[in-house]
Each structure stands twice: as C-alpha cells, then as structure tokens.
C-alpha cells in the first residue's frame, strides 16, 4: 500500500512552501528543473544550518531560491553549454578506437596543464566542484571563504579552461 502525499494544511515548515516557491519560479523562468535545482539547494542550506534558526523559513526559501536562479543564469550566460542529445549528428564526437585514446590523453594533459596556470584557490574550487561533486556552499565553508568569492573563482578557472582548451572543441 502506497503512502499518500500529505494534504497543504498538514505539512508544516519550510515544506509547507516548497511547491509554491517552485511553482513561482517556474512560471517565471520556464525551466522547472532550474527552480527544483536552486530549491533543493536553498532546502539543503536550510536544513544544514539549522532549521529552527530561520524565523521565516518562506521568506528565507523564496530570497535563497531567486538567488540560486539567478545564479544558475548567470553562470550559464557566461559559460554556455549544450547537452550530447540536442547537438546536430555533424557536431557529435567522431573520434573512437585508438585515435580516441591519444586524444583524450592529450586533453588530459592538457587541461592539467591549464590548471596548473590557475592561481591555486581557482584549482581548489574547480576540482572541488566539478570533479569530486563539492557544492558551492560546501567549497565556501571548507575554504573559509563567501560563496560569491566560489562562484568569482569558478567562472575564472571556467573561463580560462575554454581559453586553453578551445582547439579541442570540435
């Protein structure tokens, strides 16, 4: 027998928000898995730094979750991307067997090179982020620095990895 979902008058705290805030925010940007995205964020943050400290905990997932849509906008005007599944079969990587192989070596090389060129605090954040799954709040509290001071550092590794690793693009 299956649980049945709870009825809006019965769920209590911030969860008692968080269809409303998604939903707001998905008409607003279209994108339902942006909103869900900087919602569960703003949850994780919430929960982790201790829900009862929050004397709102509306307000504080309505400003957290505008702020981590933005965000998500932001860093995807600066840095572009487009998923495997939408790109035209001409763009679509070609290279398979041993060719393959040097090249991917070459790329690995290569990006390792780029970030070493990095200030240390950019590789940190980078790896942190990109390669062992670190979110942008972890990486500000492990680091002792803002998350604004993250996402600067990130763009900036971001930024220059395209640079160095443009004649890899196909």
Do not use: F
Request: hydrophobic share 40%; charged share 25%.
């Amino acid at each position: 027998m299956s649980a049945m979902p709870l009825p809006p008058a019965a769920k209590k705290g911030w969860l008692a928000h968080y269809s409303e805030i998604v939903a707001g925010w998905r008409r607003k940007v279209g994108v339902h898995e942006d909103s869900e995205d900087a919602m569960h964020d703003a949850v994780v943050r919430l929960l982790e730094n201790g829900a009862a400290a929050v004397n709102d905990p509306r307000a504080y997932l309505k400003r957290s979750t505008a702020n981590g849509v933005i965000d998500r906008h932001r860093h995807q005007a600066v840095l572009p991307t487009t998923p495997l599944h939408e790109l035209e079969e001409y763009d679509h990587p070609l290279a398979s067997g041993p060719e393959a192989e040097v090249l991917a070596r070459r790329l690995v090389a290569d990006l390792k090179e780029a970030l070493a060129d990095l200030p240390a605090v950019c590789q940190h954040v980078y790896i942190r982020h990109r390669l062992e799954g670190w979110t942008h709040a972890e990486i500000a509290q492990g680091m002792g620095i803002s998350r604004a001071m993250v996402e600067k550092h990130m763009t900036r590794a971001l930024q220059h990895l395209n640079r160095r690793l443009q004649h890899h693009a196909p």
